[in-house]
């Protein structure tokens, strides 16, 4: 029994450690005392000498080891703790739903860069390589929060490699494909597709959508809710205003402009501008959106893969009331 220095590597570097050796109930023990500079041998001499008089007057129990979770237990903390602190925590959802039948029966301490490696390398047959850098980006960040709340000792997402992904492209339609588009669509959606195709809005910034931000006057939507948390403005041409005047003639329910899409963080009485009512989606479907089937049944090909709600047309303009599509 006795007191040495333990060196150990963390996230700002190797640490020096006072630590103490001794016997309890025939098993040998050690315990940290502190680190080197901050807690003295003296210190560490005096902790020993008083668990040894512990240990013969049978005062002294040892501290039971931290039980480590699985990354499936971990992930309901994970996202406990993305609901109140991040906009997109639905996203994550889907992410940590992908992770689990890989990874959910591992303790954090046994989730390996080799077993990453492995993940990555089953994942790429069936998705694209940004699919999959998504998915580690999310372990990433959990594995992050689990060594920060002392769950786990670092972070092997750290030492993996994530795939190169190709630049992302604008995709414009043609006047023929966003006429088979529209064609396939059924008529609660084509407002939805309609705006999108003339503003570029993102599919979040449509559900949030409020009659509050339309200005017809202006001819301007406000965007107040986007993924950078920056509030923009987007024109109106003319094909967008004569749609939402229409529903706003139609007196769908309530001031907001979705019309009651019902995603993991909305409620069934959250209520839009655009009318998402009555859409399926299944939440354990990654990237499930109510549009998937309509840009299948136009058989427009290579569309679907490039974010449906972010297709621009070669005819939007920037002005106010500026060529209808």
Same mark, same amino acid.
């Given at each position: 029994?006795?007191?040495?220095?333990?060196? &150990?590597?963390?996230?700002?570097?190797?640490? !020096?450690?006072?630590?103490?050796?001794?016997?309890?109930?025939?098993?040998?023990?050690?315990?940290?005392?502190?680190?080197?500079?901050?807690?003295?041998?003296?210190?560490? *001499? *005096?902790? /020993?000498? %008083?668990?040894?008089?512990?240990?013969?007057?049978?005062?002294?129990?040892?501290?039971?080891?931290?039980?480590?979770?699985?990354?499936?237990?971990?992930?309901?903390?994970?996202?406990?703790?993305?609901?109140?602190? *991040?906009?997109?925590?639905?996203?994550?959802?889907? $992410?940590?739903?992908?992770?689990?039948?890989?990874?959910?029966?591992?303790?954090?301490?046994?989730?390996?860069? &080799?077993?990453?490696?492995?993940?990555?390398?089953?994942?790429?047959?069936?998705?694209?390589?940004?699919? #999959?850098? &998504?998915?580690? +980006?999310?372990?990433? =960040?959990?594995?992050?929060?689990?060594?920060?709340?002392?769950?786990? !000792?670092?972070?092997? #997402?750290?030492?993996?490699?994530?795939?190169?992904?190709?630049?992302?492209?604008?995709?414009?339609?043609?006047?023929?494909?966003?006429?088979?588009?529209?064609?396939? +669509?059924?008529?609660?959606?084509?407002?939805?597709?309609?705006? $999108?195709?003339?503003?570029?809005?993102?599919?979040?910034? %449509?559900?949030?959508?409020?009659?509050?931000?339309?200005?017809?006057?202006?001819?301007?939507?406000?965007? =107040?809710?986007?993924? +950078?948390? =920056?509030?923009?403005?987007?024109?109106?041409?003319?094909?967008?205003?004569?749609?939402? /005047?229409?529903?706003?003639? !139609?007196?769908?329910?309530?001031?907001?402009?979705?019309?009651?899409?019902?995603? $993991?963080?909305?409620?069934?009485?959250? =209520?839009?501008? /655009?009318?998402?009512?009555?859409?399926?989606?299944?939440?354990?479907?990654?990237?499930?959106?109510?549009?998937?089937?309509?840009?299948? *049944?136009?058989?427009?090909?290579?569309?679907?893969?490039?974010?449906?709600?972010?297709?621009?047309?070669?005819?939007?303009?920037?002005?106010?009331? $500026?060529?209808? /599509?």
């Amino acid at each position: 029994m006795g007191v040495f220095r333990r060196t &150990i590597k963390g996230k700002d570097g190797k640490k !020096e450690y006072w630590y103490i050796d001794y016997v309890l109930d025939a098993k040998r023990k050690w315990e940290s005392v502190g680190q080197v500079g901050r807690v003295s041998k003296e210190h560490a *001499k *005096k902790l /020993l000498a %008083l668990r040894k008089t512990e240990i013969l007057q049978g005062k002294f129990n040892a501290p039971k080891p931290k039980t480590i979770p699985t990354l499936s237990e971990f992930a309901k903390e994970y996202l406990e703790f993305e609901k109140g602190n *991040k906009k997109s925590w639905d996203r994550d959802m889907y $992410a940590v739903i992908r992770l689990m039948p890989f990874f959910g029966s591992y303790r954090l301490k046994d989730i390996s860069p &080799i077993l990453i490696e492995k993940y990555k390398l089953e994942r790429k047959q069936g998705v694209s390589n940004r699919t #999959v850098n &998504i998915e580690l +980006s999310l372990l990433r =960040r959990m594995l992050n929060l689990a060594v920060s709340w002392d769950k786990c !000792e670092s972070n092997p #997402v750290s030492k993996v490699k994530f795939f190169k992904e190709a630049p992302p492209k604008e995709r414009i339609l043609t006047l023929e494909e966003e006429k088979a588009l529209l064609e396939s +669509s059924p008529s609660h959606l084509k407002p939805v597709l309609i705006t $999108a195709l003339n503003t570029g809005m993102r599919y979040g910034e %449509l559900l949030n959508l409020t009659w509050n931000d339309v200005d017809f006057d202006s001819g301007y939507i406000h965007v =107040r809710q986007s993924k +950078s948390g =920056r509030s923009r403005k987007k024109p109106m041409n003319e094909t967008v205003r004569e749609t939402l /005047l229409e529903l706003e003639s !139609e007196n769908f329910v309530s001031n907001s402009v979705s019309s009651g899409f019902d995603l $993991a963080k909305k409620t069934k009485d959250y =209520r839009g501008v /655009l009318p998402l009512t009555h859409v399926p989606v299944k939440p354990e479907v990654s990237g499930s959106s109510p549009v998937g089937p309509v840009f299948k *049944k136009s058989e427009l090909t290579g569309i679907f893969s490039i974010q449906p709600f972010r297709l621009l047309h070669k005819k939007s303009s920037s002005h106010p009331y $500026a060529g209808s /599509l």
